[in-house]
């Protein structure tokens, strides 16, 4: 079974720093692609960040130069580093990763931050981020 576990929200005054985790357990992928996505309440939830197996990154534009998303060294650990946050920042952060059935470097660069591309089984809990001006 499918399981993604996020950590690292907090709250923090705005300029300041957050990094968070996102460990996967239950699946082996060979093309797939991850994202980082966030929600408000009354909100949609929206694409932040995300990879894909061919290693191509896509930012939103509303984070690009503050947001860093990685993949760590043990399997299916991901990472965003989130740099001189602003209170718009605030919101729910979810992870997810699907598989996908043609390689990642056939689709469409922002492809993988559409949250609609990502099955309901695909998702983490969410890690709350507070940013207080």
């Known amino acids: 079974q499918v399981r993604l576990v996020e950590s690292g929200g907090g709250s923090v005054q705005s300029g300041g720093s957050l990094r968070l985790s996102c460990v996967g357990s239950?699946?082996?992928?060979?093309?797939?692609?991850m994202g980082w996505f966030r929600q408000v309440p009354g909100k949609e939830r929206e694409g932040v960040a995300s990879l894909d197996s061919d290693s191509r990154i896509t930012y939103a534009d509303s984070v690009k130069g503050r947001f860093t998303i990685s993949q760590g060294n043990a399997k299916n650990t991901y990472y965003l580093q989130m740099n001189n946050l602003k209170p718009e920042d605030t919101a729910m952060y979810y992870c997810a990763v699907v598989p996908l059935g043609v390689a990642s470097g056939t689709l469409n660069r922002d492809y993988c931050l559409r949250p609609a591309n990502y099955g309901e089984g695909d998702w983490g809990t969410g890690t709350k981020v507070t940013v207080s001006s």
């Open positions: 239950g699946y082996t992928y060979f093309s797939y692609c």
